[in-house]
Structure formats: C-alpha cells, structure tokens
C-alpha cells in the first residue's frame, strides 16, 4: 500500500522497508536484493581480493564497506549484513571452510549423539566483530535500515550431516527419519545458536532480520511441519521483545509459504517459481510477502524486465505489504547496471 501521506524517514523505523514489513502505508515499495553485496559488484571483487571469505566475515571494517556498497551503487531500501549462514557455526568452534565454486564445507560431519558436543551455545562475546561491524554499519546508514541475518536450522543441519553442499541430502533425510530424537536435538541447539546470532545483530541497530532456508524446500509440508517448523519458531522467538521485523525465505518452498509464515515471519519472501497471486492465495492475506523477481531475467533484454517487474508490482497490489525483491540472490554475472535500473523503476512505478 503507497500513500502520500506518508512523511520521509527520519529514522530506520520510519522507512519504506520496516512499513512494508509492518503491512502500513509506504511513500513507495521498498526494493532491496538478496546478494545485492557480492560477486556481481567489481567494487566488492577489489575489496575481497586477497581475502578469504570467513576471514572477511569477521573483518569490521570490510563487513561495513562490502554491505554499504550495493546502497551507494543502486540507491536501494536497505542494506543486508555481510555474512554467511555458517558464521556463528564457525564461531562456536566447527571446523568449516567456504570453498570457491563449492560452498561450506565440514571437516568432521554431524551424525551422532556425541557430535552434538561439539555445538555450544553462541554467546556476545564469540562474535564481537560482528557486534562492532553492525555498530559500525547503523551509524553510516542514517535512516537506511539494515537486515540482519542467519541461516535457519534445517539449512544449518543439512550442511553440518552432508559435510557440505547437497543435491539429495541423503544423509539429512536418513538422519531425521531414521533417529528423531538426535534430529530434533541437533535442530534445538542450531535454533539457540541461529537465534543469538540474530539477536546480536538487532541489539546492535539492525532494524529487520532474514531468517535463510536455502534447503528446506527439500521436504514436503507435512515433514516441514513435523521436522523443522518447531526449530524456525524457535530461532524467531530468539528476538521477542525486540521490536524487528522479521522476514523467512527459503527456496523451492512453494507449498510451505503458510507454514513459514506460521513459524513466527512477519514477511514470507517467496521464490521466483511461484507466481505472487498464488503465493498470497496460499497465505490468505495474512503475511506481507517479499519477491520475486528471477534472477535469471536480468540477464534479458530491458523491455522484457521492465514487464516482468510491472506484473509483480500489479500482483503484489494485494498483498497487505510488499518488498520487492528476486526471487533468489544475485547471479555472480549480472550486470549491475540492471539492478540500478530495476530499483529505479519499482520507486518510479510506485511513488505516490
């Protein structure tokens, strides 16, 4: 919902992107980009050259120029911490690394009742660089918001069980179907330690947070439900008392839009294979929705983006609130230029 009425923000609270979330008016819909800080960006290839990806999760200084650099290029809503889902893992002491051209990768998987020892709680004092980064970050942004984030428990465990990156996750599945109890243990500490996490980051001025489930679209509802919905709820509950936003997008989750949002969302994003109008047929109105642009079309001529961006805006136009966003992160080949100009044009196209 757009309206004149709505003044200029002052503040974080007062911008497009937390009103959107809230499901109250907006000046205009707030656009922001999962991966809008990344590889598509040559500015963030300098900054990063020489430097390892966990080691520049963890580097202030770094962290802040690498979230700041997509909202001076693109001039979008938001800014979106620089981090990875398996930061606080690493925090706690797992052994991982984040391999290029394969992802996270485990050194000693996850798979028994004794390995669960190896997965203390997250505390402040394990991730004071991200404390610092954060404080860092609010104060250079003024009005501009910034979303904290951290990967969800399923995630987590999948790549925790598989010792990295999975097409089937074989031994996820066999895990949580063939010993519950150790699934629903494992997921109980994940959900303490994705929850601090995010806690740290809103008590340091984050204004809104994402809760990542790159993998859970692996499961069908009733399993989701059952396996994992308990651990999502969990994680969110981590903030109550804080007054954030708090948006869960997961990927291929089409037919568990409902059930995220149950898990405590304010906003469900939704993923590029599920139209806007079926998305919020599904959620009944109840959720304002983030989405969902694909990726891929960037990389199409200019005349078939701008009509794919009108239809979203146009299906978004009932939902009680809307972000815009792609349906996915950031392909590393994009042309940055397309994203200036889709930001562009949803605040051309939305203004009031």
């Known amino acids: 919902m757009t309206s004149s009425t709505v003044p200029a923000a002052q503040t974080p609270a007062d911008s497009a992107l937390v009103r959107a979330a809230r499901g109250l008016d907006v000046p205009h819909t707030p656009v922001w980009f999962m991966r809008q800080a990344g590889r598509s960006l040559p500015e963030y290839r300098k900054a990063r050259e020489g430097t390892e990806m966990l080691q ?3 580097t202030p200084e770094l962290v802040a120029e690498i979230t700041l650099q997509p909202v001076r290029r693109h001039g979008v809503d938001a800014a979106i911490f620089f981090s990875d889902i398996v930061v606080p893992l690493a925090a706690v002491g797992i052994d991982l690394d984040i391999v290029a051209g394969v992802g996270p990768v485990v050194a000693a998987p ?9 997965l203390p709680p997250l505390t402040p004092d394990m991730v004071e660089d991200i404390t610092e980064s954060v404080r860092i970050l609010v104060r250079e942004l003024g009005p501009t918001p910034l979303i904290g984030f951290a990967g969800a428990p399923f995630t987590l465990a999948s790549y925790l069980i598989e010792g990295g ?6 031994h996820t599945k066999a895990l949580m179907y063939g010993d519950p109890q150790l699934w629903h243990d494992l997921l109980a500490r994940l959900a303490v330690i994705s929850g601090a996490f995010l806690r740290v980051q809103v008590e340091a001025g984050a204004s809104a947070v994402q809760l990542f489930d790159s993998w859970v679209g692996a499961l069908p509802r009733r399993d989701y439900e059952a396996y994992v919905q308990p651990h999502s709820r969990a994680t969110l509950a981590a903030l ?7 948006i869960h997008f997961g990927v291929g989750t ?8 149950e ?7 939704v993923d590029y294979r599920v139209g806007l109008t079926d998305a919020l047929a599904r959620l009944d109105g109840r959720w304002a929705i983030q989405g969902n642009l694909d990726p891929a079309i960037l990389f199409a001529p200019w005349n078939a983006v701008e009509t794919r ?15 815009f966003n792609l349906g996915h992160g950031v392909l590393p ?14 605040h051309e196209l939305t203004a009031r």
Request: proline letters at 6%.
């Open 56 to 58: 520049a999760c963890r």
């Open 110 to 118: 996850v798979r028994s009742q004794a390995d669960l020892d190896r």
């Open 165 to 170: 990156p999975s097409r089937n996750h074989e």
């Open 240 to 246: 109550d008392g804080l007054d954030v936003p708090k």
């Open 254 to 261: 089409g037919e568990l839009l409902r059930s995220m949002g």
């Open 263 to 269: 898990a405590g969302a304010d906003v469900v994003g």
């Open 309 to 323: 961006v009108r239809e979203i805006l146009d299906e978004a136009s009932a939902a009680p609130g809307h972000i």
């Open 333 to 346: 080949t994009t042309d940055p230029d397309m994203l200036t100009r889709v930001t562009a044009l949803v």
